[in-house]
């Protein structure tokens, strides 16, 4: 094939296939049900771990913290379209993070493909609480 | 030199590819085949694949050139035959099973092929989600004993588009079972299924490219269960669509294990060809300490195929 035809050919081909999923109503958006879904996902991934039975999630449903029986690791499980990532926390995982007024943490990670994130949450209790979970984490050696 | 010119059948199949996505997307739309699609999904997937041609006309050289370079001490001449075609065919595809397991087994050989396995879904948009950085790794090494044997290079780059023009269909949900004569010698979507699943059992199985008797004959083959259905990705997925960090998270994420301070050099070297998941203090887990940490929870299924026979 000519490489100006294949050169054409490609582009158009990759318009035409994304178009027809994204327009075909296939494509979805995942969201997490409740805290007991997020940590069935985290232990689907690391069926070694034991959860507390504790977990918060953000206001949107996008993500969750989950608190795990080891005390020094903390479970986080986020959507990636139609699909989840799950992470397991150690103190060497987490850089730095801050809460704003609006109940909104950012947190930066030290993970090339996950480097950041940004959480809203329900109200000031669940803030203080994730809160702590961050902290003893960063404190962990 | 004179090379003899063929042309390139991954190329020539392109439309046959966007055919194919096209009916695998109408028959999970319209007759519920099974099968998902995201559309950031397939766009990365597709990227990766245009990218990896990209990559193999701009740096292709390397390998064909090691190649060209063997050919001069050949042992033979076998010629251009449809009967050298079918044999080199055959050979060149245990040639792949072995690239593929080393591949999996060698985090600096598994760096580059690790972002065809880092899409959670599989269907016909992620067998073209191929590797940016495959002549970098020296796999080519692995064509020198056919060519010894006197299979030209370019012949055998020939023969080689049929193998992964084979492999691209085998990436499917929509099609569950072949006829058993079928699954037991070739490779097929339900063995392909395993093999691009992170549940305990199916890592490291089902190498294949297109004929699955490599595995059987060297004990890697692991068949697809009902009840234990294929979850697919990386053992730790990751988190992001943009093509140029799934083409490469793997490379920095090794690098940065091997040049971390504090380490002896033959820690730092192993971090480069022992299994993904080695770590020098332990604190991470491959694949064997995975089977054997689902055998601990599900004693039931110790001895299954894919899982050890007990806990060591």
């Known amino acids: ?141 | 030199m004179n090379i003899p010119n063929f042309p390139d059948v991954t190329q020539l199949a392109v439309p046959f590819f966007l055919l194919a996505m096209l009916i695998e997307i109408a028959f999970i739309k319209f007759r519920k085949s099974k099968g998902e699609f995201e559309t950031n999904d397939t766009l990365t997937s597709l990227i990766m694949g245009a990218g990896s041609v990209i990559s193999g006309l701009v740096f292709g050289f390397i390998s064909f050139g090691f190649a060209m370079w063997v050919w001069q001490f050949r042992l033979f001449d076998l010629g251009i035959s449809p009967i050298v075609g079918v044999l080199a065919f055959i050979a060149d595809d245990l040639r792949y099973y072995w690239y593929h397991r080393f591949a999996h087994r060698i985090r600096w050989v598994w760096a580059e092929h690790i972002n065809h396995h880092s899409s959670q879904h599989y269907n016909l948009s992620t067998a073209l989600r191929q590797s940016w950085t495959g002549n970098f790794t020296g796999k080519f090494i692995l064509l020198a004993p056919l060519v010894l044997l006197g299979v030209h290079p370019a012949f055998l780059a020939f023969i080689y588009g049929f193998n992964l023009v084979y492999q691209f269909w085998i990436h499917t949900e929509a099609i569950d079972k072949m006829p058993r004569w079928f699954e037991a010698v070739m490779n097929t979507p339900s063995h392909h299924r395993v093999h691009h699943a992170t549940n305990p059992r199916y890592l490291d199985a089902n190498y294949a490219g297109t004929l699955i008797i490599w595995d059987k004959m060297f004990g890697t083959f692991v068949p697809e269960l009902q009840e234990d259905r294929p979850r697919y990705g990386i053992v730790r997925n990751i988190s992001t669509f943009n093509p140029l960090k799934v083409a490469f998270h793997e490379w920095i994420a090794m690098f940065k294990d091997a040049f971390q301070p504090g380490l002896t050099p033959n820690q730092r070297f192993q971090y480069l060809w022992r299994p993904p998941g080695w770590s020098h203090d332990g604190t991470r887990k491959g694949s064997d300490q995975l089977k054997a940490e689902y055998v601990g929870r599900n004693s039931e299924a110790a001895g299954m195929p894919g899982l050890p026979e007990t806990i060591e």
């Open chain 1, 1 to 141: 094939m000519p490489l100006e035809l294949f050169a054409i050919l490609v582009p158009l081909g990759i318009a035409l296939i994304v178009l027809v999923v994204h327009y075909s109503g296939l494509s979805k958006k995942a969201l997490l049900r409740d805290g007991a879904h997020a940590i069935d996902l985290l232990l689907e991934d690391y069926g070694a771990e034991k959860s507390t039975g504790s977990s918060i999630l953000t206001i949107d449903n996008r993500a969750a913290f989950i608190e795990l029986e080891s005390g020094d690791r903390l479970g986080l499980v986020e959507t990636m379209g139609d699909r989840f990532v799950t992470r397991i926390l150690n103190h060497n995982d987490l850089g730095e993070y801050a809460f704003n007024n609006d109940n909104i943490l950012s947190v930066k990670y030290h993970d090339f493909t996950h480097p950041a994130g940004t959480y809203k949450f329900g109200n000031d209790n669940i803030v203080s609480r994730v809160a702590d979970w961050l902290k003893n984490l960063k404190e962990e050696k």
